[in-house]
């Protein structure tokens, strides 16, 4: 059917065996032997649903070495347990300790801010209703923020484009920023391209895809967990669990059992806007 490169992605049905062979069965109905397959389960990250309970702002810690610190009697810190790539928690306060600017949780523990991304809410754009769906990206911070009017309602982070080389065009995927509305929702979409740098990509069935301008998306990123941090071609990738929230949340909504919708009259794509300077490297 076709020639498959290290690093392709298809979307698999069942295992089967002939005679002393075993292959794995695609959706697309291609064979492959299993010995040439690593199956991927995904990433387990998700971001945070906010309520009257958790609020903004809040942090996610970017290195499984980063430490937590705790303060003692006599007010000196004393270096604990990591708590783990991506462990969330709400800032409660700030403070600055030999030059050192820590954020505070809820328990006392303090985190070096260098460590966190941090995740704070943005004001109401002028162009949105009140009671109004938004989505927001950051690509400085590497995160997104679901809001509905003034209320933040989802907060995770995201991977956009990565920026390798800003003066060339072969290196320079960035996302790109301003304002923009979901133009259509698939449950799935098969996503491939050919890179002089990258090399050749595809990647069967990729889940909960939401086109916003041109072939760039929000959609699931089930091959990486490097939420936080730039990884794309250009698009907005999100974890599994992220990706299935803020599908479910943007408008239009998708009817029982379609595989795709598109914004109609009375029924607007939901809003988003992109801004900041994506880190480079």
């Excluded at 162009?127 to 989505?135: C, F, R």
């Excluded at 003034?150 to 301003?178: C, H, M, Q, W």
């Excluded at 069967?204 to 072939?215: G, I, T």
Aim: aromatic residues 12%; charged residues 20%; neutral net charge.
């Amino acid at each position: 059917m076709r020639r498959m490169e290290r690093g392709f992605y298809v979307s698999l049905d069942r295992e089967m065996e002939k005679g002393t062979r075993s292959y794995y069965r695609t959706q697309s109905n291609g064979f492959i032997p299993n010995r040439g397959l690593l199956v991927v389960d995904g990433s387990d990250f998700h971001g945070v649903s906010l309520s009257e309970q958790t609020k903004l702002p809040i942090a996610f810690v970017m290195s499984s070495k980063s430490v937590a610190f705790s303060l003692d009697a006599r007010g000196k810190l004393r270096r604990g347990r990591p708590p783990g790539y991506h462990f969330t928690f709400p800032i409660m306060s700030e403070s600055v300790l030999h030059g050192v600017t820590y954020l505070v949780d809820a328990n006392g523990q303090h985190y070096r801010a260098q460590d966190v991304t941090r995740l704070a809410p943005r004001p109401l754009p002028a162009d949105v209703l009140p009671g109004e769906k938004w989505i927001d990206v950051d690509l400085g911070a590497q995160s997104l923020i679901a809001y509905v009017g003034v209320e933040p309602v989802y907060a995770t982070l995201i991977s956009s484009g990565r920026i390798k080389d800003e003066l060339d065009p072969l290196k320079n995927f960035e996302t790109p920023t301003g304002a923009f509305r979901i133009s259509s929702k698939h449950l799935t979409a098969t996503m491939d391209g050919d890179h002089a740098i990258d090399g050749p990509y595809s990647i069967e069935d990729v889940p909960y895809v939401m086109y916003f301008e041109l072939a760039y998306a929000l959609h699931s990123a089930f091959w990486h967990n490097g939420f936080g941090r730039p990884r794309s071609h250009g698009c907005i990738n999100l974890a599994p669990l992220d990706a299935k929230w803020i599908f479910n949340f943007a408008e239009p909504p998708l009817p029982v059992p379609w595989h795709g919708v598109y914004p109609r009259e009375g029924m607007p794509g939901t809003r988003l806007y992109i801004h900041g300077q994506t880190p480079q490297g």
